[in-house]
C-alpha cells in the first residue's frame, strides 16, 4: 500500500521545450507532494512542497516561474520544467508523506530528463 | 535547521562481513530518522525509521539501525553483507509531527566485493 506512480521513468528533450511530471498516489490520498532534484552523485535537495487546492511553497533558489507545480486533486501532482535548458538535465523525485504510517514518507520511482 | 552528516561517500565490505554506514544528526530536540536505499535509476525505499520508543530500530532485509541521542547518531548495520545490499543509502531527519520535508545526507555508496 501507499504507493505514489510518477511518470514518465525518462525523457529526453530538446532545450526551450517543456516537460511535465505526474506523481499519482494510488491507493491513498496525497495532500502534500514534495518535489525533489538529484544530480548525479549527490543527495536530494528538495525543491518544492505542493499542497492540494493551493500555491506550491518553493525552495530558496527555485525558479518557481521554470519549475511549475501544479496539485489540483488528492491524487495527482504534477512538476513542469518549463523551457528546459540542458542545465535541468536531472533525476527528478516526488514524496508523499503517509501520516497512517507514522511519519513515512513513500516515493515515486524517480525521473531521469536529459534536455539536449 | 534540520541537518544530517553521513561519514564516508563510498563504504567497501566483503560479501558475508559487517556493514556498518555512520549518520549523525543535528537538531535541538530528538527529530524523526530515517535510512533509505536507492537502486540505479530508481526512487528511495524506505528500510527504518525511527520516531518514538524503542532506540534501536529494525527494518527490511536485515538492516537496522540504533538511535544513540547523547551522540547524535543513527548508524545503519547489517551483520552480513550480501551482493544484493550493493546499492546507495541515504540517512534522513524530519522534524517531529505533521508533514514535514525530510533533509537527506549525501548519500554512501555501499560496494559489496565478493
Known amino acids: 500500500g501507499a504507493v505514489v506512480s510518477q511518470h514518465p521513468s525518462w525523457v529526453i528533450c530538446k532545450s526551450g521545450t517543456s516537460v511535465k511530471i505526474e506523481c499519482r498516489s494510488l491507493?491513498?490520498?496525497?495532500?502534500?507532494m514534495f518535489w525533489y532534484r538529484q544530480f548525479p552523485k549527490q543527495s536530494l535537495m528538495l525543491m518544492a512542497t505542493?499542497?492540494?487546492?493551493?500555491?506550491?511553497?518553493?525552495e530558496q533558489g527555485v525558479e518557481k516561474d521554470k519549475f511549475l507545480i501544479n496539485h489540483a486533486s488528492l491524487t495527482l501532482s504534477t512538476l513542469t520544467v518549463t523551457s528546459a535548458h540542458p542545465e535541468d538535465s536531472s533525476f527528478y523525485i516526488c514524496?508523499?508523506?503517509?501520516?497512517?504510517?507514522?511519519?513515512?514518507?513513500?516515493f515515486g520511482s524517480g525521473t531521469r530528463l536529459t534536455v539536449v | 535547521a534540520q541537518s544530517v552528516t553521513q561519514l564516508g561517500s563510498h563504504v567497501s565490505v566483503s560479501e558475508g562481513a559487517l556493514v556498518l554506514l555512520r549518520c549523525n544528526y543535528s537538531?535541538?530536540?530528538?527529530?524523526?530518522l530515517f535510512w533509505y536505499v536507492q537502486y540505479p535509476n530508481q526512487g528511495l525505499q524506505l528500510l527504518l525509521k525511527?520516531?518514538?520508543?524503542?532506540?534501536l530500530v529494525k527494518g527490511i532485509n536485515g538492516f537496522e539501525a540504533e538511535f544513540k541521542k547523547s551522540e547524535t547518531s543513527f548508524h545503519l548495520t547489517k551483520p552480513s553483507a550480501h551482493m544484493s545490499d550493493a546499492a546507495e543509502y541515504f540517512c534522513?531527519?524530519?522534524?517531529?509531527?505533521?508533514?514535514?520535508?525530510?533533509?537527506f545526507g549525501t548519500g554512501t555508496k555501499l560496494q559489496v566485493i565478493p
Open positions: 537538531s535541538s530536540v530528538p527529530p524523526y
Open positions: 505542493s499542497n492540494e487546492g493551493s500555491k506550491a511553497t518553493y
Open positions: 491507493d491513498f490520498q496525497a495532500t502534500t
Open positions: 525511527y520516531t518514538t520508543g524503542a532506540t
Open positions: 514524496s508523499a508523506p503517509i501520516m497512517d504510517r507514522g511519519s513515512g514518507y513513500t
Open positions: 534522513a531527519v524530519s522534524d517531529r509531527g505533521g508533514y514535514q520535508k525530510v533533509t
